[in-house]
């Protein structure tokens, strides 16, 4: 019996788990991180933002999201066992699908302690993932394109007033402060006026309560102010430009090269220093409860788990995309495996101080423009990632962009992600089924609710506010229902991948 010579033995290796070269892999690697680099490092803003965290803590967010994308990477593209990973070139970053809950999370209870209620809910929803990984697969049919393109397009809606607050020096509500002095003098005077009041009450009596009038306010001098605007602006044009005029990977790159000139701008108008920077360490380890120990809340541990089920949804429609453009089959054992990822990563980002993870789509994209299909490409990628995430210097440095400059990239990045639900929503038949017309209406509809009307929960029970108050989730359960009463469960597998390989933009 002869043997096969090196050669013929090298082309039988599938593309996908091709080895190439160290320098090659090394530089392709570079290539995704620097593609998904300004959609990793959003989310721990937002979300650290809304927290109320100060700056070393925002960093730490930053420091682990990306030492946790890298980790996740690894056993997403690598393997881990015969149960994790789906072994195709997947990058993996946090989801903003998950961004609106955690916020509406962040604004019931800031802090680090929201900080822990926050993680406690993801290691939860984590550890459901993985359980319901197997199921994930059969559910497809419930998430048509018209379902998940009216969910993208409503993510990238919710986020867009994170993007013009970033423009405009922050949310609608900072155009006003708190007139401390006055509130001060307010206060003294109505304790002074009840000590009065109850000296005067015969023994026994009811006590007379402090009460306070309305908050005094002033305008916020720095909120829209015009220099701040200007270099918002000049971001959003760069970006422009390069995607206009640039070529292959400057214009995949178009938000971070964006990004860094404004901060150039910033810190040639004295508007960016590196105070932040230089007292930051050159090295650390990211370790696991740096805010404490999680707190756990079963309101908040469904209202994420909810999210992962579409997160996974979407990883379905990824993964399948994937497969068909590396031309790698993946059996049900293997989709389970890479879906069981999403929620091994999910709970490994709430252990160690981050967030919900999946498949980012633009390294899809990637994949399909360079025409690398090298998963060892992702695991070089992962390796560069967590060599990032233990440098709190890098995390200092991206802590110290100022909001107005993550603006003109927010509005970018954001409105792709709305851009991208509608361009799914483009391939769904609203002619012969117009039922589809009253899915999307009313889904987009309720997920409005919370944006348009901050306050719309305030007679209901305090321990629904984190589900109720993210347009997110209110369009995906709308979405779902409504698809499953006019459409029934309909299984439509090319749909999913169609939809799936538009989805280039979040």
Not at 138 to 153: C, D, N, Q, S, Y
Not at 244 to 259: D, E, Y
Not at 389 to 403: D, R, Y
């Amino acid at each position: 019996m002869s043997q096969q010579t090196p050669s013929q033995q090298a082309e039988q290796v599938h593309p996908v788990d091709e080895r190439l070269p160290t320098g090659r892999l090394f530089t392709l690697g570079l290539q995704h991180v620097l593609v998904m680099y300004a959609g990793a490092i959003a989310v721990p803003l937002i979300v650290g933002r809304a927290l109320n965290l100060n700056h070393e803590q925002v960093a730490l967010l930053i420091s682990a999201d990306l030492f946790c994308c890298g980790l996740v990477t690894l056993i997403q593209s690598l393997g881990f066992g015969k149960y994790f990973g789906i072994k195709l070139p997947v990058m993996m970053g946090v989801t903003f699908a998950s961004v609106g809950p955690m916020v509406a999370m962040a604004n019931v209870q800031s802090g680090p302690e929201g900080a822990r209620a926050i993680f406690g809910a993801i290691i939860g929803a984590g550890i459901i993932a993985m359980l319901v990984a197997p199921l994930m697969s059969r559910m497809l049919r419930f998430f048509p394109p018209v379902v998940t393109g009216t969910i993208i397009a409503i993510i990238g809606i919710s986020l867009m007033r994170v993007g013009v607050g970033w423009a405009l020096g922050g949310p609608a509500f900072l155009a006003q402060s708190t007139d401390v002095p006055a509130l001060v003098a307010m206060v003294d005077s109505a304790r002074e006026a009840a000590a009065q009041a109850n000296a005067a009450l015969p023994a026994g009596a009811e006590a007379v309560p402090i009460t306070l009038g309305k908050i005094p306010m002033v305008d916020n001098p720095n909120y829209g102010a015009l220099d701040n605007m200007a270099i918002a602006g000049l971001v959003l044009l760069v970006i422009l430009l390069l995607v206009r005029f640039g070529r292959g990977f400057v214009a995949n790159i178009s938000v971070l090269l964006g990004l860094i000139f404004g901060c150039i701008v910033a810190v040639l108008v004295g508007k960016m220093g590196f105070e932040k920077v230089g007292a930051a360490h050159w090295f650390d380890v990211v370790t696991p409860f740096a805010f404490g120990m999680p707190t756990f809340d079963i309101v908040m541990v469904l209202t994420m788990a909810l999210v992962m089920i579409v997160v996974m949804i979407e990883s379905t429609g990824m993964f399948l995309a994937l497969s068909d453009l590396t031309g790698k089959r993946i059996t049900p054992k293997e989709l389970s495996a890479g879906l069981r990822t999403d929620g091994l990563g999910t709970l490994i980002g709430g252990l160690f101080n981050t967030f919900p993870y999946t498949s980012f789509s633009q390294n899809v994209g990637l994949v399909g423009v360079t025409g690398v299909k090298s998963r060892y490409v992702c695991v070089a990628a992962g390796l560069i990632m967590i060599v990032l995430g233990m440098l709190p210097k890098m995390a200092a440095l991206v802590e110290s962009i100022p909001q107005f400059v993550l603006g003109g990239a927010g509005l970018v990045m954001f409105g792709m992600v709305a851009a991208t639900g509608i361009r799914i929503l483009a391939n769904v038949d609203f002619r012969s089924n117009r039922n589809n017309l009253y899915i999307v209406a009313i889904s987009i509809g309720a997920g409005m609710i919370p944006l348009v009307a901050p306050r719309w929960t305030q007679q209901m029970a305090h321990s629904l506010h984190p589900l109720l108050e993210s347009g997110i989730l209110l369009t995906s359960l709308s979405a779902v229902v409504l698809n499953f009463f006019f459409n029934g469960g309909k299984a439509d597998q090319a749909g999913a991948i169609e939809a799936a390989k538009a989805a280039e933009a979040h």
